[in-house]
C-alpha cells in the first residue's frame, strides 16, 4: 500500500517534471502547422505547411545558418584541438602546477558567456590596434572573433569529455608502440587517436551543437556575419511568427532523429561485440553470423518508425492543399469582422447621438476601441479567449477581431496579406 | 622546470610536444587570461573615440565604478539606483532559480541514478534532447506557452480558474521558468554522476537500520552527493546570473537583467568601457559569492565540473 | 636474429628530484644471456629496464647495446623490444595487427605482415587466432602474443618486465618454461625483470640481486643461492635462518661468530667477502632451513644449535619445525620426509647439526622484508 502509493507519486512526478521538459517544444512543434498567424495552440484553426515555406525564403535565416556553420566548423576543429592537447596536458603535467592548471582550463565554464564575449571583443581589439590594423582586419572579423570567443569555453567541454576517456588510457600502449619502432607522431596516429576517436567524435558533435546555439558569447563578437542564434534573437525579440516554430519543429526532429540513430548504433555495436565475445575461431577467421540490425535493437525500431513518419508528413505537405479551410476561415473571420464593424457602426451611432444631445465630435477617437474590450490591457484578450472556450466553430472566427488590438495583432495583418 | 619541459618533450616527441604546448599556451594565455586581464585593463579607462586611445587622455580611472555606483556626475539621485537594483535583483533570482532548479531535479538525478533498466536510457535520452534545442527557441516556446493568449492562459481561463489571463511575463514568471528550464540539464547531471556512484547496499543499510526515507536522504545521500550538487549549483547559478537570451526573450518590459545593462552599454550607448566594468563586477561578484558559498558547505574547487 | 649483441651499463646513476632509483650500476650482460635483474618493489629494476630501452635518461653513465653508447637514441631507434608488464597490447587492433605492427611502421604490406603474423603464431601455438582482439584471448594467450609482437620487430634484446605477474600460479610455472623455451630457440638477449626468485633462479643464466637502488651481486642462480654476497642476497634468494652475532676468530675462509642467542657458531665466510671480515666486526650467519639435520640429544659444539621447539608441520615432501629464534623470529627445520618415523617435538629442546660449508657469514647488513 505504502510502496505503491510511494511508486505512483515518483511516477506523477516524473511525468511531471517531463512534462515542463518536454511540453514546451511540442507545444512549440505544434504551432508550426497552424494557420493561425501567431504561433499558438488554440484556436486551432488550419493544418497549413506554409510556414515551412516561408522559412525557406527568408533570405536572413538562411544566411544565418550558412554563418553559423562556417563558426561551427571553425569552432568544432579549434575547440576540439585545444581541448584535446589540454587534456594531455592535464594528465601529465608538473603535480604541483595541476590544480592551478585545473581551475584555469575549467573557468571559462563558470565564467557567464557575456563577459567572454566582451573580453575577447576587447583584447582582439586592442591586439588589431597594437599592430596598426585596420577595422576591416582579419582580427577584426566577426568570423574570427566568434570562432574564437566560442572555442575559449567550448574547449572546456570539450577537455572534460576527453580526459574522461584518456584516464582510461594506458600510456603503456604509446610506448609499446614507440618500442616497436614509432615515431610519435605515429604512435599518435595508429594508437592514441583511434583509441580516442569516440570521445573526439562526441566532443566535436557538443562543440558544434554548443556552437549553433551559442547566444551570449556570439552577441559580442558576431559583427557583420550573424549566426543562426543572432538572428533568431532578433526575430523573437521583435516579433514572433509560427516561421520559428516551423525552424524549431526541423531542428527538434532532426534531434530526436539523430539521438535514435546514436543510440541504435551503440545497441548495435554491442551487440555485435556480444557476439564476436562468443563466435569460433573459424567464424573469426570467415563470416561471423551477426544478429540482424533490428534484433533486440528499440531505438532501431523506433527510428525507422520516426523515418516512416516523417517521409509521411513531407509526403502530406506535398500534397496537401490547405487553401480551401484557410479560405474558409478568412471568410468567416471577415464575416466577423464585418459583424464587429457594423456593431461597431451602431455603436458609434448610438454614441454619436448621444454625443451630440451633449456634445459633438470630442469622444469619437476614445470611444473606438472600447466596445470590444474593457479597457485594461491584459483584457484586451479576453474576449478571444474566452471565446476560445466556448463552441468550437463559432470560437475560430471570433478570435480574429481581438488579435487586431492586442500585441500579436501587429503580425495578423501580415500574415493575411502573405496568405493573398 | 626546464627539466619538467625536457620530459614532457622526451615523453611526446619535439613535434608533438611542440604541437600540444602551443595549443594549451594559446588556448590558456591567448585566450583565457589576457582577455579577461585586458577587460580588467579596460575596466578602469576613460570611454575615448579611437584616436585618442593611448593619447594623454588615456589615463586609468576609476569612473566607470563609481558610475555604477554612484550614477552620472551631478544627478539628481545620490546613488545609482536603477542599475544597482537591477544588480541586487539579478543576483537574488538567480539564487532563487538556483534553488528552484536543485528542488526539482534532486529527486529525478536520484531517480536516475539509483534505479535499474532500460528506460532510464530512455529518460536520458529525453533529458538531453531539449538541450540540444537551441536557447533562444527554448525561450521562443515558453513565450508561447506563457503569451497572454498562450497555452496556459487559454487553458486556465477556459477552465474558469482565472476571469482575465495572467500577465505572466510582465510578472517575470515566465522568465524564471525559462531560467530555470535552460539549466535543467547541468543541474541533473552533476548530481547524477555522483548518485550513480553511490552503492546501493548504503540505503539498504540505512533502510534496515529503520531511517525513515527522509533520513536517508538526509544523511547518507546528500552528504555523499555533494560534490555533484555544489557542481549543478555552481553552474546553474553563474549561468543563470549571466544569461542574456531568457531575459531578453522572457523579460518584461520593465524588468532588467544586469547582463542587459551590459549589452545595452556595448551596443546602444557605445560605452565599452564602463560594459567592461560591468561585466567584471558581475563576473567578480559571482566568483567571491561562489566560493562563500562552497566555503559555507565545505567544498572544494577541484569537485567543480566532474 | 642476429644472436649475441650484450647489453653494459656503466656507472649508471638515475634520479628523481632528491630520489636516487639507481646508484652507481655496473653491469654486463652477455649477447644471448637470459639475464635477469631480482629485487623487490621499488628497488629500481623497473628504472634500469626504461634506461635500457630508452624512455628515461640516465642521470649518469652510460647504457651500451652491442657496444654502442645509446645516449641519445630514442625507445624507437634502439634494437630493445620491450614486453610491458601489463603486456600493452593494442585493444582496437586485431591480434595479427598487433604482431605485425613494427612492420606496418616500416611500411610493409598487408600480406607480408599476414604472412609473418601466421608464422609466429604458429610458433606461440595459437595458429588461426590472428582474426580475435586482444580482449578475446586468456591471459597465456596474451602473453604469448605479446612475445611474438616483439619478437616480431627483430630486436638484438628483448626486455621482460614481469611479464608473469599477472597470470595465476599454474600458468606462471607452465611460462616459465616456455619463456627459457623461446629465448634458446631465438637467441636473443633476454633481460628479465622479477620480483619472484623462483622465476629468476629456474629460468635465468645470470641475476642480479637488487636492494633501493644498489646491485648487491651479479651472478649465476647456483652462486647465488649458496654463496650470497651480503645479508639482503641471503635473506631474500630462498628461505634462510638468520644469526646475527659478532665475529670471535678468524680461521682462513671460516669464523667462529659469537651470536645472540645460540652461542659461537662456525660458518664459512662468503666468497667475496672472504679476507674483509675480522674480529669484533658486526656479522651475520644464514643457514638454510633444509642444511640441518636433527642430533642425538646432548651434542654440543661450534655447528650444533640447542633450540625449544614452537610447533611442527607436515608439508608432504618434508616436515617443517618452528623453533625459537631471535626477537620473536622463528628458525625453520625442513627435513625431507623418506618415510621414515617422525616424533612431535613440540615443546622439547632439540639439538640441530649443520655442516660448515651450509653455513654463509657475510658481515652484519639489511634484511629482506619479509
Known amino acids: ?420 | 622546470m626546464p627539466g619538467f619541459l625536457k620530459e614532457f618533450f622526451n615523453r611526446n616527441g619535439i613535434g608533438m610536444g611542440a604541437a600540444i604546448l602551443g595549443f594549451v599556451l594559446f588556448w590558456t594565455i591567448g585566450l583565457i587570461i589576457l582577455p579577461q586581464l585586458s577587460m580588467l585593463d579596460f575596466s578602469f579607462r576613460p570611454n575615448l573615440p579611437p584616436p585618442e586611445i593611448g593619447g594623454p587622455k588615456d589615463v586609468y580611472t576609476l569612473e566607470n565604478y563609481k558610475y555604477l555606483v554612484f550614477g552620472p556626475e551631478g544627478g539628481s539621485q545620490d546613488y545609482n539606483t536603477v542599475d544597482l537594483r537591477v544588480f541586487f535583483r539579478t543576483l537574488v533570482a538567480a539564487v532563487c532559480v538556483t534553488i528552484f532548479n536543485l528542488i526539482i531535479c534532486y529527486p529525478i538525478a536520484y531517480y536516475l541514478g539509483q534505479t535499474e533498466g532500460s528506460h532510464i536510457r530512455i529518460f536520458a535520452i529525453m533529458l538531453i534532447i531539449p538541450y540540444w534545442i537551441n536557447e533562444i527557441l527554448r525561450a521562443f516556446a515558453l513565450r508561447i506557452i506563457f503569451g497572454e493568449t498562450g497555452v496556459l492562459n487559454t487553458l486556465f481561463v477556459g477552465l474558469g480558474i482565472w476571469d482575465v489571463p495572467f500577465d505572466f511575463i510582465r510578472n517575470d514568471i515566465a522568465l524564471y521558468a525559462g531560467l530555470g528550464y535552460a539549466y535543467i540539464l547541468l543541474m541533473i547531471f552533476p548530481m547524477y554522476n555522483v548518485i550513480e556512484s553511490l552503492d546501493r547496499n548504503q540505503i539498504e543499510a540505512a533502510r534496515d537500520l529503520g531511517a525513515p526515507w527522509w533520513r536517508i536522504h538526509w544523511r547518507v545521500v546528500i552528504p555523499y552527493a555533494k560534490p555533484g550538487i555544489s557542481s549543478g549549483c555552481t553552474m546553474v547559478f553563474m549561468l543563470s546570473a549571466g544569461a542574456l537570451a531568457a531575459p531578453q526573450i522572457l523579460g518584461g518590459p520593465s524588468s532588467l537583467w544586469f547582463t542587459q545593462l551590459i549589452y545595452q552599454q556595448f551596443n546602444d550607448n557605445n560605452d565599452w568601457p564602463q560594459g567592461a566594468a560591468y561585466a567584471i563586477v558581475l563576473l567578480v561578484t559571482c566568483i567571491l559569492f561562489v566560493l562563500a558559498v562552497m566555503r559555507l558547505f565545505k567544498v572544494n574547487m577541484g569537485d567543480i565540473g566532474k | 636474429m642476429s644472436a649475441g649483441v650484450g647489453v653494459d651499463l656503466e656507472n649508471l646513476w638515475i634520479r628523481f628530484g632528491d630520489f636516487v632509483a639507481v646508484r652507481d650500476a655496473n653491469v654486463n650482460i652477455n649477447g644471448g644471456e637470459f639475464f635477469s635483474f631480482l629485487g623487490p618493489s621499488g628497488c629500481g629494476k623497473t628504472t634500469i629496464l626504461r634506461a635500457v630501452s630508452g624512455f628515461l635518461d640516465p642521470s649518469e653513465g652510460n647504457v651500451l647495446i652491442g657496444g654502442k653508447n645509446m645516449k641519445g637514441i630514442g625507445p624507437n631507434k634502439r634494437p630493445t623490444a620491450l614486453i610491458f608488464q601489463n603486456l600493452a597490447l593494442f585493444p582496437l587492433m586485431k591480434i595479427w595487427e598487433n604482431i605485425t605492427f613494427s612492420m606496418e611502421i616500416k611500411g610493409a604490406s598487408a600480406a607480408q605482415r599476414r604472412k609473418r603474423a601466421d608464422e609466429l603464431l604458429d610458433m606461440i601455438a595459437l595458429p588461426g587466432q590472428g582474426d580475435k582482439l586482444p580482449s578475446e584471448l586468456s591471459g597465456g594467450q596474451r602473453q604469448r602474443v605479446a612475445i611474438a609482437r616483439a619478437l616480431c620487430a627483430e630486436p638484438d634484446v628483448l626486455l621482460l618486465d614481469e611479464p608473469l605477474s599477472a597470470l595465476d600460479l599454474k600458468l606462471r610455472q607452465h611460462m616459465r618454461t616456455e619463456l627459457r623455451e623461446i629465448q634458446q630457440r631465438v637467441g636473443i638477449t633476454f633481460i628479465y625483470i622479477t620480483h619472484d626468485q623462483g622465476e629468476a633462479l629456474t629460468m635465468s643464466d645470470s641475476i642480479a640481486v637488487m636492494r633501493a637502488g644498489v646491485i648487491d651481486q651479479i651472478a649465476d642462480g647456483k652462486t647465488i643461492y649458496n654463496d650470497p654476497n651480503t645479508a639482503f642476497a641471503a635473506s631474500f634468494v630462498g628461505e634462510n635462518n638468520v644469526f646475527r652475532g659478532k665475529v670471535k676468530k678468524v680461521m682462513d675462509n671460516e669464523v667462529l661468530i659469537s651470536t645472540n642467542r645460540s652461542g659461537d657458531l662456525v660458518a664459512r665466510v662468503s666468497t667475496a667477502n672472504q679476507g674483509k671480515m675480522s674480529e669484533g666486526d658486526a656479522a651475520m650467519m644464514f643457514i638454510r632451513p633444509e642444511a640441518f639435520t636433527i642430533a642425538p640429544t646432548g651434542a654440543a659444539g661450534d655447528h650444533f644449535v640447542t633450540a625449544r621447539v614452537n610447533h611442527e608441520e607436515f608439508e608432504g615432501n618434508a616436515f617443517n619445525i618452528f623453533t625459537e629464534g631471535e626477537g620473536g623470529k622463528e628458525i625453520k627445520v625442513s627435513i625431507p620426509n623418506h618415510g621414515q618415523s617422525f616424533e612431535d617435538h613440540t615443546g622439547q629442546n632439540i639439538t640441530l647439526e649443520y655442516e660448515t660449508r651450509n653455513a654463509v657469514a657475510v658481515p652484519a647488513g639489511e634484511l629482506a622484508a619479509e
Open chain 1, 1 to 420: 500500500m505504502n510502496t505503491s502509493f510511494l511508486r505512483i507519486s515518483i511516477w506523477v512526478y516524473l511525468a511531471i517534471f517531463f512534462a515542463y521538459l518536454l511540453g514546451p517544444l511540442v507545444i512549440m512543434s505544434v504551432t508550426a502547422f497552424n494557420s493561425s498567424g501567431f504561433p499558438r495552440m488554440s484556436p486551432w484553426e488550419c493544418l497549413t505547411f506554409q510556414w515551412f515555406g516561408e522559412l525557406f525564403q527568408d533570405q536572413r535565416i538562411l544566411n544565418g545558418i550558412k554563418n553559423s556553420l562556417i563558426i561551427g566548423a571553425g569552432t568544432v576543429a579549434l575547440s576540439v584541438a585545444m581541448g584535446l592537447a589540454g587534456a594531455l596536458m592535464l594528465t601529465q603535467i608538473w603535480p604541483k602546477l595541476r590544480a592551478t592548471y585545473y581551475t584555469i582550463i575549467i573557468a571559462p565554464i563558470l565564467i557567464p558567456g557575456v563577459v567572454l564575449g566582451i573580453s575577447t571583443l576587447v583584447f582582439w581589439d586592442r591586439i588589431n590596434r597594437m599592430l596598426g590594423l585596420g577595422a576591416d582586419s582579419f582580427l577584426s572579423n566577426g568570423i574570427f572573433l566568434t570562432v574564437i570567443g566560442q572555442s575559449t569555453f567550448i574547449a572546456s567541454y570539450c577537455m572534460l569529455v576527453l580526459v574522461a576517456r584518456l584516464q582510461r588510457y594506458d600510456m603503456a600502449l604509446t610506448e609499446a608502440a614507440l618500442d616497436l619502432g614509432a615515431t610519435h607522431a605515429q604512435a599518435f596516429r595508429k594508437i592514441m587517436l583511434p583509441f580516442m576517436r569516440p570521445a573526439i567524435a562526441s566532443a566535436a558533435v557538443l562543440a558544434f551543437l554548443a556552437s549553433f546555439e551559442n547566444y551570449n558569447t556570439t552577441t559580442f563578437t558576431f559583427g557583420e556575419y550573424p549566426t543562426l542564434t543572432i538572428e533568431l534573437a532578433q526575430k523573437v525579440r521583435y516579433g514572433i511568427t509560427p516561421a520559428i516554430s516551423a525552424l524549431a519543429f526541423i531542428i527538434v526532429a532532426l534531434t530526436v532523429f539523430f539521438a535514435l540513430l546514436n543510440e541504435a548504433k551503440l545497441k548495435r555495436q554491442e551487440l555485435v561485440a556480444a557476439a564476436r565475445k562468443e563466435a569460433t575461431v573459424e567464424e573469426l577467421a570467415g563470416k561471423i553470423k551477426l544478429p540482424s540490425f533490428f534484433a533486440g535493437n528499440m531505438a532501431a525500431v523506433l527510428l525507422v518508425v520516426f523515418a516512416v513518419a516523417t517521409i509521411t508528413v513531407v509526403g502530406t505537405a506535398t500534397a496537401y492543399n490547405p487553401a480551401q479551410c484557410i479560405a474558409d476561415v478568412r471568410e468567416q473571420k471577415q464575416l466577423e469582422a464585418e459583424q464587429r464593424i457594423q456593431e461597431l457602426r451602431k455603436q458609434r451611432e448610438e454614441r454619436r447621438k448621444q454625443q451630440e444631445a451633449q456634445e459633438a465630435e470630442q469622444g469619437e477617437a476614445q470611444s473606438a476601441p472600447k466596445p470590444s474590450n474593457n479597457s485594461g490591457f491584459g483584457n484586451v484578450f479576453a474576449p478571444n479567449s474566452l471565446g476560445g472556450d466556448g463552441d468550437d466553430g463559432a470560437s475560430d472566427t471570433e478570435s480574429e477581431p481581438s488579435n487586431n488590438s492586442g500585441f500579436g495583432g501587429v503580425f495578423d495583418p501580415n500574415s493575411l496579406q502573405s496568405d493573398q
